[in-house]
DNA sequence: AGCATGAGTTGTATTTGCCAACCATTGCCG
DNA sequence: CGGCAATGGTTGGCAAATACAACTCATGCT
């Protein structure tokens, strides 16, 4: 015992909560967000599912993409991506353009109108973790965003 | 303008991503993983709902507490509570003991079997965790830790 | 005693998601 | 060329999760 204190004094030079204490608070953590995550764009935003608005935001940040492909990004089953797109077009937020190339696919894009409604929730949304984050530095904000992209490629790496 | 660029090229050597960038990540990369979550949860453990696990976790990690408390900790309807806990006690994971004092309420506590169960669940999530952090030093894992509790408790403060 | 409050349950409807079966198009290989 | 496997997508059927509302029962205050 007394050969890991010297290890971790000598190699890390403070005390270090222990590698499992952070994973463990990592996993409770993220376990958390997740299971309110939900709840809370539902109560935010009635008009627009998180699903919903997730699909949309990926075709307008991606210029238009494949229903196959919001798929396999989101870990969704494909019936449920089309029924979702179903429901978005219906709602008139996004359209089909058939692939001249493959009639297979269809490259779907943001309406005029999703475009105008993805907007406003974004707005807000963005308000809301503005709040949240009102008291973060930078610093802090900046090395946050980076942790959070780095866990989440690592997770799509290894499913 | 100057100066932020020089401010940033010395204290931070690189390209600054500006404040709003990060918010934008953040939003995006924690939806991203909220929509993952639940499916990954779901493959890996068949036996106990990501949910299910969260409460079991809960009460075990708070020696017993009421629905009503699982509930307004996890932003979820009490008959969603109650559902949940009547599936977790016929599976025998968990068991209600009335409150001498006021017959009222039930305090919930996971049983010799749930504790089992748990426990197993926790440590292939943990060890999934693990793989997944693998190449992160203890540094960045403890900040990130420190990072997503101070998330989370200013969502807890803010709804 | 009487009524408001709080804890939980149950009925009902909606949403979300999975799986499997299916259709249409494409591309490849014999 | 002709069949056949692979790909993109839709549809039907189903189960789980959840919200909302109406209800019961115990408590506690006036």
Not at 44 to 51: D, K, N, Y
Not at 81 to 92: D, H, M, N, T, Y
């Given at each position: 015992?007394?050969?890991?204190?010297?290890?971790?004094?000598?190699?890390?030079?403070?005390?270090?909560?222990?590698?499992?204490?952070?994973?463990?608070?990592?996993?409770?953590?993220?376990t958390a967000?997740?299971?309110?995550?939900?709840?809370?764009?539902?109560?935010?935003?009635?008009?627009?599912?998180?699903?919903?608005?997730?699909?949309?935001?990926?075709?307008?940040?991606?210029?238009g993409c494949?229903?196959?492909?919001?798929?396999?990004?989101?870990?969704?089953?494909?019936?449920?991506?089309?029924?979702?797109?179903?429901?978005?077009?219906?709602?008139?937020?996004?359209?089909?353009?058939?692939?001249?190339?493959?009639?297979?696919?269809?490259?779907?894009?943001?309406?005029?109108?999703?475009?105008?409604?993805?907007?406003?929730?974004?707005?807000?949304?963005?308000?809301?973790?503005?709040?949240?984050?009102?008291?973060?530095?930078?610093?802090?904000?900046?090395?946050?965003?980076?942790?959070?992209?780095?866990?989440?490629?690592?997770?799509?790496?290894l499913g």
């Amino acid at each position: 015992m007394l050969y890991v204190v010297l290890y971790n004094y000598i190699y890390e030079r403070q005390p270090v909560p222990h590698r499992d204490d952070s994973v463990e608070t990592i996993q409770q953590e993220m376990t958390a967000f997740a299971r309110r995550a939900r709840a809370t764009a539902a109560r935010m935003h009635p008009e627009l599912s998180l699903v919903s608005y997730t699909l949309l935001a990926h075709l307008d940040d991606q210029r238009g993409c494949r229903a196959t492909d919001l798929a396999a990004h989101y870990f969704l089953d494909k019936s449920t991506v089309s029924r979702q797109i179903a429901a978005l077009e219906k709602l008139g937020f996004v359209e089909r353009r058939v692939d001249p190339d493959d009639h297979r696919v269809q490259v779907l894009h943001p309406t005029e109108k999703g475009a105008q409604v993805l907007a406003n929730v974004t707005a807000s949304r963005r308000q809301a973790f503005h709040e949240r984050l009102a008291d973060w530095d930078e610093a802090d904000l900046d090395r946050f965003a980076t942790y959070l992209r780095r866990y989440n490629a690592a997770q799509e790496r290894l499913g």
